[in-house]
């Protein structure tokens, strides 16, 4: 994917300021710190378009991005250990719910999990309520730069196995670009639909 504008649109904090746009949309969910918003920058080819930060819950906000004017990505608040009082994880998951839920121009959620770690049982029901209400996804395991070679394909299975998917996740480095084509090729036909 050649990618020739990007563009921040807005914050919301609300459903009320979701930008009234009728292109396509892919957001992008997971833990806090599991690099949601390095993915992104990573697809776009762009360094510091989305902030990026070690502090887990930095993203508090639903950020709207515009891409070659003809799709937006979405990064969303993390969820997990971001050390925030619980009256504000709660408005965050009401915020991400209110988006997930009622969002017309949404077309594909990329799940992010850390290649690292086991899914989460946060990470299982986000996927389980994404098929409930019939929300297509992609699974991309981050950070597979942070194993040995050999390690990659036995954690990318056991990632498979806690979700209960039939496909093993697309691993994902920002330091190795090469998974980024496999990751477009996956999601052009929602950003085209």
């Known amino acids: 994917m050649k990618i020739h504008s990007a563009e921040f649109l807005l914050s919301a904090s609300s459903k009320r300021q ?3 746009s009728t292109l396509p949309e892919i957001a ?3 833990r806090s710190n599991v690099g949601k918003s390095t993915l992104i920058n990573s697809l776009l080819n762009r360094k510091k ?3 990026t930060s070690a502090t887990p819950g930095k993203t508090q906000l639903i950020n709207f991005f515009k891409i070659n004017e003809k799709f937006i990505f979405v990064d969303l608040p993390g969820y997990g250990y971001a050390k925030v009082p619980q009256s504000v994880k709660q408005k965050w998951h009401n915020l991400v ?3 997930l839920s009622e969002r017309k121009t949404l077309r594909n959620v990329v799940l992010l999990i850390d290649c ?3 899914p989460t049982l946060q990470d299982r029901q986000l996927l389980d309520w994404l098929e409930y209400y019939q929300r297509p996804s992609l699974i991309v395991a981050s950070k597979i730069d942070k194993l040995k070679r ?14 209960s998917i039939e496909l093993a996740p697309i691993g994902h480095s920002s330091m190795q670009h090469g998974s980024r084509e496999d990751i477009w090729k996956k999601l052009s036909p929602w950003i085209k639909s």
Do not use: C, S, T
């Open 18 to 20: 979701f930008p009234a």
């Open 28 to 30: 992008f969910a997971g």
């Open 49 to 51: 378009l989305v902030k």
């Open 97 to 99: 719910e209110d988006y």
């Open 116 to 118: 690292r770690h086991d």
């Open 150 to 163: 050999g390690q990659v394909q036995k954690n990318l299975q056991k990632i498979k196995h806690g979700l």
